[in-house]
């Protein structure tokens, strides 16, 4: 997916990754970038349009789409993180709130229009995904949970020729973990590697060195080839 020339939506994009995300697709001469979060912010570029988007808001989501209109490139940036200790069952919630059902709804609702175009999901994940962060137990979770439903999209929305791509960063200097004193990559650099994935086809992105180091082994994995023998078992249409 070449995204010169198309039509991009991007969640979250007020701030951290999200806003590298849309300063990155401006330089790669996307035609319209549809910058969504809760809080829109304006933006000098005329080829960006703010959208005021909750996620777990489902009046504003089908708003959203109508408004959006045609659209080549879905991407799923929006999360949230608050420490916990899973004692709680509100703070699993609200991580499955946003993380999970927050990009399942948001994609549905966008899934016409990017049939029509046979278009691309990008869901920006995280490493915590494939292994748990025990200081943020619900956020690892509701992650874990949105790569298994990147897996089914991948599968189910293949026959369609929408094309579905897991981005697994690791730690990202972004507020939302700006006090961790761990190695951070900065989030332009992120953003051009997700978009260089994306480019590629690439079904999961390891957009950074922490998770890079993961990419070859998960490729040719046991994981990988699994995924790949479970999606062979649907009916040939």
């Known amino acids: 997916m070449n995204i010169t020339d198309k039509t991009v939506l991007i969640t979250g994009a ?29 933006h000098p570029d005329g080829r960006v349009t703010p959208i005021a988007l909750d996620v777990t808001d489902a009046a504003q989501v089908r708003a959203a789409a109508q408004t959006v209109g045609s659209l080549d490139v879905l991407v799923n940036n929006a999360g949230i993180s608050v420490p916990d200790d899973l004692g709680d069952p509100t703070a699993l919630d609200q991580h499955l709130a946003v993380n999970l059902f927050g990009t399942y709804g948001v994609t549905m609702a966008f899934l016409p229009a990017l049939t029509a175009s046979r278009g691309a999901i990008v ?33 189910l929305l293949a026959g369609r020729g929408v094309t579905v791509h897991a981005a697994l960063p690791g730690p990202i200097d972004t507020d939302m973990i700006r006090g961790w004193e761990i190695p951070k990559a900065p989030p332009a650099a992120v953003a051009r590697a997700i978009l260089d994935g994306l480019a590629d086809g690439e079904d999961e992105i390891f957009p950074d060195p922490m998770s890079a180091a993961l990419a070859e082994g998960w490729r040719d994995g046991p994981a990988k080839a699994l995924e790949r023998q479970n999606t062979a078992l649907l009916p040939v249409n």
């Not at 920006?124 to 089914?152: C, E, G, N, R």
């Open 123 to 155: 869901n920006v994940l995280s490493l915590a995904s494939l292994a748990t962060v025990p200081i943020t137990p619900a956020y690892a979770i509701s992650k874990a949970a949105a790569f298994s439903l990147s897996q089914s999209l991948r599968a």
């Open 14 to 42: 007020n701030r951290g990754l999200g806003q590298a995300l849309v300063e990155e697709a401006l330089r790669r001469g996307v035609g319209r970038v549809h910058a969504a979060a809760r809080r829109p912010v304006t």
